[in-house]
């Protein structure tokens, strides 16, 4: 069945470092990909999404790009902030017959220090 | 409402006891999703709701889990004799259509708690 592997972490990173959170999946039909954030205390929100092969999905200084021969939706931003800590999810809603449900990899926490 | 609202936000109970967790989606929206969000097991889709109907249950744990949606509005996910690994936040979402490109857009979330 379809799946996603997500980098693990937590991941701890200085501001304005780079940042890379890795995502790869597994799909048996056309997937949709999608970045979800969830910070402290608050529900999930989403970031960004691609949905065919070689878009770029980007939002507040955060990109991926839909990889169809990678299988890779790998989350960049090139200067994190503080407030940019949370746990981050990628996820994938595959086109056929899966009625939109999404399928999210493990989530990788990011912590940034000032 | 602006967004999608769940209640309790928080719940304890007993082993053994029922509970009925709501969801109010977004108005307008008639796709809505259950997921849960446990610390063994990740974020899983449990079942999912195309106006009043459900298509996909295929997620729900067993049988003592159900939904349903009434009115192509509220939901509610009801857990019979609830047992200790039921412990986890339960999460709604909503989406205009049922659509693989449509994002969906969450609630905070039902913490349940089972002692």
């Known amino acids: 069945g379809d799946s996603v592997t997500q980098m693990e972490g937590p991941v701890t990173l200085s501001e304005e470092a780079f940042l890379t959170i890795n995502c790869t999946y597994t799909?048996?039909?056309?997937?949709?990909l999608f970045w979800y954030v969830q910070y402290p205390g608050e529900g999930l929100q989403l970031l960004l999404k691609?949905?065919?092969?070689?878009d770029k999905g980007s939002n507040k200084g955060f990109e991926a790009t839909y990889r169809k021969e990678t299988t890779s939706f790998h989350l960049e931003k090139g200067s994190v902030q503080v407030s940019d800590s949370a746990v981050y999810f990628c996820a994938l809603s595959d086109r056929v017959n899966q009625g939109g449900k999404l399928i999210f990899g493990q989530g990788t926490e990011l912590s940034v220090k000032p | 409402g602006a967004g999608v609202s769940q209640s309790p936000s928080n719940k304890v109970t007993e082993k053994g006891k029922d509970v009925e967790l709501r969801c109010d989606p977004i108005s307008g929206h008639t796709a809505l999703y259950w997921y849960r969000q446990s610390l063994g097991q990740g974020l899983e889709f449990l079942i999912y709701?195309?106006?009043?109907?459900?298509?996909?249950k295929s997620g729900l744990p067993s049988d003592r889990f159900s939904a349903e949606r009434t009115g192509g509005s509220v939901s509610t996910l009801t857990i019979q004799r609830t047992q200790q690994e039921d412990s986890a936040v339960y999460l709604c979402?909503?989406?205009?259509?049922?659509?693989?490109?449509?994002?969906?857009?969450f609630g905070d979330g039902t913490r349940l708690s089972i002692l």
């Open positions: 691609a949905t065919k092969a070689d």
């Open positions: 799909a048996t039909g056309y997937p949709s």
């Open positions: 709701f195309q106006g009043n109907s459900a298509p996909d």
């Open positions: 979402a909503s989406s205009f259509i049922v659509d693989s490109n449509q994002p969906q857009h």
